[in-house]
């Protein structure tokens, strides 16, 4: 992947960051699992601009099932691509006998298969979890970030939600094998806190779109297929009402949002990771993106499609995330909603920053 001038400036910002203690990193040897995927590739790549701009000699171990984009990754970063299948161990020799940190991303992302193959989901989750925890325990890891997520929450009937705030999910839906397994999944990396000491965070990050986000046909995140209609300049379409409120974050916030929870955040806690002024309803999101970014000359319409319940679509919600445990921390995010489209716009067209506001 080429870094285009957006995605650099990014990675310049997240480094420019003095609330990050990046000398803590100094000789230490950092693994990142699903580092072929959106944020553990942002977080490689942030890491290794590090390594270069401070000289912190860390040696980055990027863990993946996809042995062609993981090397590929290497020879950009210059780091140690590790291929394998996050649920069986992968624990050996080659890696060092003390892994410092460790960003657990590795997970079944597309709605679809959560609702096609719920049982592949759940393992990769609960299985992949319990081997990182075991080799974290095993390899004396110093802080160990869990990426799990907003979809925890399920249906509330709040408006607005903390870490400690739980709501229903339907466990008669095979979508829910995503969130119900990452919530066990939660448990599990309190469990290994509590009885091996394990020092682990618990990341809850909202949808997360910006530079860095692959144009990729493939992906049907709503932000990704309103970003491709605006570049077609073709009206959006809707498959819902759209009623159901996204909490959003762009990708250089959330990668920073990361590192204070690696470095700073207290273990066994969770932290939401979202940007309050980048919430919206995914008509509101809609039609932010056809007026204000494409500026009037896309539309928004409503089209149910026949096979709905297919497309593995997450439950409506309206709440909104708190993030006050991690504006403590320092953190802040800088990018809200119209800008984080802009920015994504622009990475994909090769363009250079543009200007923004919050």
Same mark, same amino acid.
């Given at each position: 992947?080429?870094?285009?001038?957006?995605?650099?400036?990014?990675?310049?910002?997240?480094?420019?960051?003095?609330?990050?203690?990046?000398?803590?990193?100094?000789?230490? @040897?950092?693994?990142?699992?699903?580092?072929?995927?959106?944020?553990?590739?942002?977080?490689?790549?942030?890491?290794?601009?590090?390594?270069?701009? !401070?000289?912190?000699?860390?040696?980055?171990?990027?863990?993946?099932?996809?042995?062609?984009?993981?090397?590929?990754?290497?020879?950009?970063?210059?780091?140690?691509?590790?291929?394998?299948?996050?649920?069986?161990?992968?624990?050996?020799?080659?890696?060092? #006998?003390?892994?410092?940190?460790?960003?657990?991303?590795? @997970?079944?992302?597309?709605?679809?298969?959560?609702?096609?193959?719920?049982?592949? %989901?759940?393992?990769?989750?609960?299985?992949?979890?319990?081997?990182?925890?075991?080799?974290?325990?095993?390899?004396?890891?110093?802080?160990?970030?869990?990426?799990?997520?907003?979809? %925890? !929450?399920?249906?509330?009937?709040?408006?607005?939600?903390?870490? =400690?705030?739980?709501?229903?999910?339907?466990?008669?839906?095979?979508?829910?094998?995503?969130?119900?397994?990452?919530?066990?999944?939660?448990?599990?990396?309190?469990?290994?806190?509590?009885?091996?000491? %394990?020092?682990?965070?618990?990341?809850?990050?909202?949808?997360?779109?910006?530079?860095?986000?692959?144009?990729?046909?493939?992906?049907?995140?709503?932000?990704? #297929?309103?970003?491709?209609?605006?570049?077609?300049?073709?009206?959006?379409?809707?498959?819902?009402?759209?009623?159901?409120? =996204?909490?959003?974050? !762009?990708?250089?916030?959330?990668?920073?949002?990361?590192?204070?929870?690696?470095?700073?955040?207290?273990?066994? #806690?969770?932290?939401?990771?979202?940007?309050?002024?980048?919430?919206?309803?995914?008509?509101?999101?809609?039609?932010?993106?056809?007026?204000?970014?494409?500026?009037?000359?896309?539309?928004?319409?409503?089209?149910?499609?026949?096979?709905?319940?297919?497309?593995?679509?997450?439950?409506?919600?309206?709440?909104?995330?708190?993030?006050?445990?991690?504006?403590?921390?320092?953190?802040?995010?800088?990018?809200?909603?119209? !800008?984080?489209?802009?920015?994504?716009?622009?990475?994909?067209?090769?363009?250079?920053?543009?200007?923004?506001?919050?």
């Amino acid at each position: 992947m080429r870094k285009s001038g957006v995605l650099e400036s990014d990675i310049h910002d997240v480094l420019a960051d003095n609330n990050i203690p990046w000398s803590m990193f100094r000789n230490s @040897a950092v693994l990142i699992t699903g580092a072929t995927g959106l944020i553990g590739g942002l977080l490689v790549r942030t890491l290794s601009a590090a390594n270069l701009n !401070y000289k912190l000699n860390i040696e980055i171990i990027a863990h993946g099932r996809n042995t062609d984009k993981g090397t590929a990754l290497a020879r950009e970063c210059g780091i140690r691509f590790k291929a394998g299948d996050i649920t069986k161990p992968i624990s050996d020799d080659s890696l060092p #006998q003390t892994i410092d940190f460790i960003f657990h991303c590795a @997970a079944v992302t597309a709605s679809a298969v959560m609702v096609a193959n719920p049982v592949e %989901v759940i393992t990769i989750s609960i299985d992949g979890t319990k081997n990182i925890l075991d080799l974290a325990h095993e390899r004396n890891c110093r802080s160990f970030v869990f990426l799990s997520s907003m979809e %925890v !929450y399920g249906k509330t009937g709040l408006s607005e939600v903390t870490e =400690s705030d739980l709501g229903y999910i339907d466990l008669s839906d095979p979508r829910s094998s995503y969130p119900e397994s990452k919530r066990l999944c939660e448990l599990l990396c309190n469990a290994y806190a509590t009885r091996y000491g %394990v020092p682990v965070k618990i990341a809850r990050p909202a949808l997360t779109f910006g530079a860095g986000t692959p144009n990729d046909a493939g992906n049907t995140r709503v932000a990704n #297929q309103f970003a491709r209609k605006a570049l077609a300049g073709e009206d959006i379409e809707l498959h819902t009402p759209g009623s159901s409120v =996204s909490n959003c974050c !762009y990708t250089a916030d959330a990668v920073r949002g990361l590192l204070t929870i690696l470095l700073k955040g207290k273990d066994g #806690q969770a932290y939401n990771l979202s940007n309050p002024l980048a919430c919206a309803t995914i008509r509101e999101m809609a039609d932010l993106v056809a007026n204000k970014v494409c500026e009037g000359r896309i539309g928004v319409a409503i089209n149910v499609p026949k096979d709905i319940k297919k497309r593995g679509y997450a439950p409506d919600v309206g709440h909104k995330l708190n993030t006050d445990k991690l504006n403590a921390l320092g953190w802040t995010p800088k990018y809200g909603l119209e !800008y984080m489209f802009r920015r994504m716009i622009a990475d994909w067209r090769g363009e250079p920053s543009p200007r923004h506001k919050r």
